[in-house]
């Protein structure tokens, strides 16, 4: 991540040498051309440049969330029902909420333990 300073350093130069972003890259020695052609683009939009990064709003809301749960909760624990049942979230999402609501379910055993070793 690149300060505002740095960005805008980036593009005054990148306007400066003609928007050659390979004569720029050189003297400052970052970022790469996309980068400074979307801070360009950026900046040519809004005369300016953002001071941060707006976090990406949520793509479950917080009842989906808990309906999730509560569904896993009440229905054996399967994550793979749950997935089919409510067609949402993918594997990997419900099982960061499971193990965020539940932490004493920390792993599963499954499979065999292995053969009985005998002397």
């Known amino acids: 991540m690149y300060s505002y300073e740095d960005r805008m350093r980036a593009v005054a130069l990148y306007i400066k040498l003609g928007k050659r972003p390979k004569a720029t890259i ?14 360009y683009l950026e ?24 309906a999730a749960l509560e569904h896993y909760r009440t229905h054996g624990r399967c994550v793979s ?3 089919r049942a409510l067609g949402y979230p993918g594997r ?3 099982t960061a909420w499971v193990r965020e609501a539940f932490p ?3 792993k599963a055993v499954t499979g065999r333990t292995g053969r009985p070793r005998y002397p």
């Open 26 to 39: 050189r003297q400052l020695g970052y970022p790469s051309k996309n980068a400074l052609k979307g801070w």
């Open 43 to 66: 900046y040519e939009h809004h005369l300016d440049l953002r001071l941060g990064f707006a976090p990406r709003a949520p793509k479950f809301t917080q009842a989906q969330k808990e």
């Open 81 to 83: 029902a749950t997935m």
């Open 92 to 94: 990997a999402t419900l």
């Open 104 to 106: 004493e379910i920390s």
